[in-house]
């Protein structure tokens, strides 16, 4: 996500959507009776035929859908300005689609907290979130993930040849093990690495005999080329965002792994539902407060709870309401905290 200008008095948020990501955090934030402005096209009735029109629309949002499977956001309402004036109907309901490249405006008044997730979305953008290696025998390629895209790195060869002696080819190959070894020793990112034939399986046992703790965060996955096309590859055939999605899955079970384990010692440190978090946030001794994004959009006194723990000094962490560690939040009553120790 790229912030253009983010002014909170005036409350008009402008930003470029980068990712599915960008996408689930805009739609997240949008409420009925926000402005979205942004370009798009439009049906209108040029003398007896009907044409698609580019123009910049403003509407009133009504209604907000998010389809994950076509990887965009719909927002449906009425038009309230836009150009070129001569197809403008004001008052027309218009539907603007948001997918990843949109530029897009949010004029509303903002709440403390969705403030914060637009800013803490943008800083996460410039995180490496996963790196890659495509290799196979003769050479490799290095890449990182982050919410804009795809950063490319390196590239390792392999000195062995064929006509070397079996020594020298053994030394070769061992020095190119070593070299795709040391790249994941040398950052602490999760790793995907992937490649057609036996060197992916051959590298997985070379680390699996020098430091076999490196094999914890990396998944070794099949694509047909050791080449940018192999990296795009594996965006393509979705293993690259299963992963990303299980990254952060992982750490939202863990916080929900933290409160159950908490609660179960009576230690103290892990309350849940409405009334005892209410408690915590009143008493400051809230460190991480847990939330399901469902209930914060439809309880306004969960909203002003939140308010209230951010003001406090709260990290705030929601969770969606489809994955499994937003379904084992909603049965702990849809908001938790971990408190300070």
Request: some cysteine; charged content about 35%; aromatic content about 6%.
């Amino acid at each position: 996500m790229k912030i253009l200008k983010f002014d909170k008095k005036l409350g008009e948020l402008r930003v470029i959507v980068e990712n599915l990501e960008d996408i689930w955090h805009v739609e997240r934030i949008l409420e009925a009776g926000d402005e979205i402005e942004s370009d798009t096209l439009r049906t209108v009735k040029v003398g007896s035929r009907e044409e698609k029109k580019p123009m910049h629309l403003a509407i009133k949002v009504e209604q907000i859908e998010f389809s994950k499977s076509l990887k965009r956001l719909r927002l449906l309402g009425k038009i309230i300005r836009g150009s070129p004036e001569e197809f403008i109907q004001m008052g027309k309901y218009h539907t603007l689609d948001v997918e990843a490249g949109t530029k897009l405006s949010v004029i509303k008044e903002w709440k403390g907290y969705q403030a914060k997730r637009i800013e803490q979305a943008e800083k996460e953008t410039k995180k490496p979130k996963l790196r890659i290696i495509v290799l196979d025998e003769e050479h490799a390629l290095s890449a990182v993930v982050r919410g804009y895209g795809i950063e490319y790195g390196v590239e390792m060869e392999n000195e062995a040849r064929k006509s070397d002696t079996s020594k020298d080819f053994e030394l070769h190959n061992q020095k190119y093990l070593t070299k795709l070894m040391n790249e994941v020793d040398k950052h602490e990112e999760r790793f995907l690495i992937a490649g057609p034939g036996f060197t992916r399986d051959n590298l997985k046992k070379f680390i699996n005999l020098k430091k076999p703790e490196l094999l914890k965060r990396i998944i070794f996955e099949a694509c047909s080329y050791a080449e940018r096309s192999g990296i795009l590859e594996l965006f393509n055939g979705g293993v690259v965002e299963k992963i990303m999605g299980e990254q952060r899955l992982q750490k939202e079970l863990k916080y929900i792994e933290k409160i159950i384990d908490e609660a179960r010692k009576e230690s103290g440190l892990a309350v849940y539902g409405l009334e005892n978090v209410r408690t915590a946030v009143d008493k400051g001794t809230v460190n991480k407060l847990l939330v399901l994004d469902d209930y914060l959009r439809s309880s306004k006194e969960v909203e002003e709870l939140i308010e209230e723990a951010d003001k406090k000094g709260a990290y705030l962490i929601i969770f969606s309401a489809e994955n499994d560690a937003g379904i084992k939040l909603k049965g702990l009553g849809s908001i938790a905290a971990i408190l300070n120790g």
